[in-house]
């Protein structure tokens, strides 16, 4: 059974900061490209970050320069650290991990979401 659970989530003032964690089960961590997405009121959930198991990682333009993803594979967590934060960074925060296999199979897991506020 795979369970992906989020941990880091609040509220924060403008320009603060705040440490997602994602702590996965159920899956060879190291196999998955892990990711995080947001999906704030009234819009679609968008990519935020993602980092694959050799530790490439992809960042949205929204996001270059303040936040940074890394993964610790012996602790099967993925993190997102989130600095300058801004009121539009607010809303939902989404674990992900996603694998595919040789044959193109494609298997991908969603956490339940990590709520982040940001006051101005």
């Known amino acids: 059974q795979v369970q992906l659970v989020e941990s880091g989530g609040g509220l924060v003032q403008a320009g603060g900061s705040l440490r997602l964690s994602c702590a996965a089960s159920?899956?060879?961590?190291?196999?998955?490209?892990m990711g995080w997405y947001r999906q704030a009121p009234g819009k679609q959930r968008e990519l935020v970050a993602a980092i694959t198991g050799g530790e490439s990682t992809t960042y949205a333009d929204f996001v270059k320069g303040r936040f940074t993803i890394s993964r610790d594979n012996a602790k099967n967590t993925v993190y997102l650290q989130m600095n300058s934060l801004e009121p539009e960074d607010t809303a939902v925060y989404t674990c992900n991990a996603k694998r595919v296999t040789n044959t193109l199979s494609v298997h991908e897991y969603w956490g339940q979401g990590t709520q982040v506020t940001v006051s101005s």
């Open positions: 159920g899956i060879i961590f190291s196999r998955n490209t």
